[in-house]
């Protein structure tokens, strides 16, 4: 029996499997129902409560739960369910699941994370929906190069120029989100200053790693998924490789520095260093990594001393 009132929960649509590990009960909780449910939680004082990213089902739970100040952590499904099958639970049921979330968190010491705000999930939505947009557009593109008949071809201009006009919108809403906070103005008015940093990498990194600024180098690198790990065995020295972290934010980061290997003098001499002149010369892709991480480094950096980029300073 644990010795920590730790309380797993499986979130689906409309309801949650509730997993109490010290006690080993386990019971269903209706999702109508979760604010008695967040007030019974609330006067017995659990050190923990966990609960998996489920692609946002799990955002109200968990706002009622951060608002009566009860300890909560989202994790990663896929750690928790490579914890499963490390532990010989194959079977998953939402009643399964919930007790190994609660295992989980017990067998690696999850701490208590605080959660975004309701105005960063509003934003954080509004740049997942342009991420969808943007890749619908491309796949259009795609497929009217490939088109042969004239009438498909037009049916796609009209798809394009349908998706062009819902990118605009909603560049137009996160313009007026960005514009309504003196905090988020700051940020991305110092990102931007940095060259190969656009609009849209600055409102990824603000709605998507809203914790930069106030990390240290490590948990910037990890938190991004841009920190190498040993691949070493007995005399076997592996390359290192990065995984995991926000692929979101890498993923803007890998275009970010794909621009500022060009316009940032800052990144283009480490680029060259490590490609040109350094002892033992990278390959391409193990420096555009490099120059991924020296960018967020940056990046952090200029948010935490509030300080607008001067190349000459780097």
């Not at 604010?35 to 692609?55: I, T």
């Not at 975004?116 to 009217?144: F, I």
Request: with cysteine.
């Amino acid at each position: 029996m644990s010795n920590s009132r730790i309380i797993g929960v499986d979130i689906a649509k409309d309801k949650a499997d509730i997993y109490d590990l010290r006690l080993q009960k386990h019971k269903v909780i209706e999702a109508a129902h979760y604010p008695q449910w967040v007030k019974s939680m609330a006067s017995q004082k659990p050190d923990l409560v966990v609960m998996e990213a489920s692609g946002g089902y799990e955002r109200d739970l968990a706002s009622q739960l951060a608002a009566a100040g009860i300890p909560l952590a989202i994790v990663n499904p896929r750690q928790v369910r490579d914890y499963a099958k490390a532990i010989n639970h194959l079977a998953k049921t939402d009643s399964i699941d919930a007790r190994v979330i609660a295992l989980f968190a017990e067998a690696t010491n999850v701490e208590a994370k605080p959660l975004p705000d309701s105005a960063t999930w509003a934003l954080s939505d509004l740049v997942e929906r342009r991420r969808q947009l943007t890749a619908m557009r491309a796949a259009e593109s795609n497929r009217k190069a490939q088109a042969k008949h004239p009438r498909v071809k037009t049916d796609i201009d009209d798809t394009l120029r349908f998706l062009d006009g819902q990118i605009t919108k909603l560049e137009a809403d996160m313009d007026r989100e960005i514009q309504n906070s003196p905090v988020w103005r700051e940020a991305e008015e110092l990102l931007s200053s940095v060259p190969g940093v656009g609009p849209v990498t600055a409102r990824v990194l603000i709605a998507e790693m809203p914790e930069l600024g106030q990390l240290n180098r490590e948990q910037a690198a990890s938190l991004a998924g841009l920190a190498p790990f040993n691949d070493d065995s007995g005399k076997h020295q592996g390359m290192r490789h990065i995984q995991g972290g926000r692929h979101n934010v890498r993923n803007a980061l890998y275009m970010a520095t794909l621009s500022a290997i060009r316009h940032n003098p800052y990144i283009r001499r480490i680029y060259q260093h490590l490609t040109l002149t350094c002892e033992k010369p990278k390959k391409p892709k193990v420096a555009l990594i490099a120059c991924m991480r020296k960018l967020l480094l940056l990046l952090n950096s200029i948010l935490k001393n509030k300080k607008t980029f001067v190349a000459t300073n780097c």
